[in-house]
T-cell receptor, first 118, second 111 residues
Framework: GAVVSQHPSWVICKSGTSVKIECRSL??????MFWYRQFPKQSLMLMAT?????????EQGVEKDKFLINHASLTLSTLTVTSAHPEDSSFYIC??????????????FGEGSRLTVL | QKEVEQNSGPLSVPEGAIASLNCTYS??????FFWYRQYSGKSPELIMF????GDKEDGRFTAQLNKASQYVSLLIRDSQPSDSATYLC???????????FGSGTKLNVKP
């Protein structure tokens, strides 16, 4: 399957600081990437859809000014958690769909980034 | 009502048995259905997808889809301890960009 790389895999930061997470599609072009958040023992919750060259589309309840998404190229999307607080501690996972994928359009996931805010 | 519902489990089966995982969805316009496996602390990995009614087999895995009943299942034959994980059902809705995930079923395969 297609390879999606996410970095960093884990990060610890102080409350009030900002953290950037990168998501790269290594062997394919991804016009659309998705950012999910997963709290312990819960399922994936879609935060936003990142579209190359345009603004991200945020799900209801997700603060766009707090979770900044940039999709500058067909292979890179970044999520910046601004002014992080302990309640933002979670597992953040990006995913992408191969451009021109068949109608099934399966998602390929990055390795995930575990954020701990002290 | 949640878009995708799964029994959270845990589902415990002995090694070598058949594990049956179930999922129901609410959107009749859903087009494609996916099963992902997620090990603790890791991101999901795709096992199978299905979009036509009936069965689809891939090795020890069989996905079953019944659109009339809005039901999709995953059977794992000859279950192995390495199959122990949380299995997520995902449904791609009418909107091409929308994937809805169930809460996952935790499977324990006992040696």
């Amino acid at each position: 399957g297609a390879v999606v790389s996410q970095h960093p895999s884990w990060v610890i930061c102080k409350s009030g600081t900002s953290v950037k997470i990168e998501c790269r599609s290594l062997d394919f072009q991804a016009t659309t990437m998705f950012w999910y958040r997963q709290f312990p023992k819960q399922s994936l919750m879609l935060m936003a859809t990142s579209n190359e060259g345009s603004k991200a589309t945020y799900e209801q309840g997700v603060e766009k000014d707090k979770f900044l998404i940039n999709h500058a190229s067909l292979t890179l999307s970044t999520l910046t958690v601004t002014s992080a607080h302990p309640e933002d501690s979670s597992f953040y996972i990006c995913s992408a769909r191969v451009r021109g994928a068949p109608t099934t359009g399966e998602l390929f996931f990055g390795e995930g980034s575990r954020l701990t805010v002290l | 009502q949640k878009e995708v519902e799964q029994n959270s489990g845990p589902l415990s089966v002995p090694e070598g048995a058949i594990a049956s995982l179930n999922c129901t969805y609410s959107d009749r316009g859903s087009q494609s259905f996916f099963w992902y496996r997620q090990y603790s602390g890791k991101s999901p990995e795709l096992i199978m997808f299905i979009y036509s009614n009936g069965d689809k087999e891939d090795g020890r895995f069989t996905a079953q889809l019944n659109k009339a009943s809005q039901y999709v299942s995953l059977l794992i034959r000859d279950s192995q301890p390495s199959d122990s994980a949380t299995y997520l059902c995902a449904v791609k809705g009418y909107n091409f960009n929308k994937f809805y995930f169930g809460s996952g079923t935790k499977l324990n395969v006992k040696p």
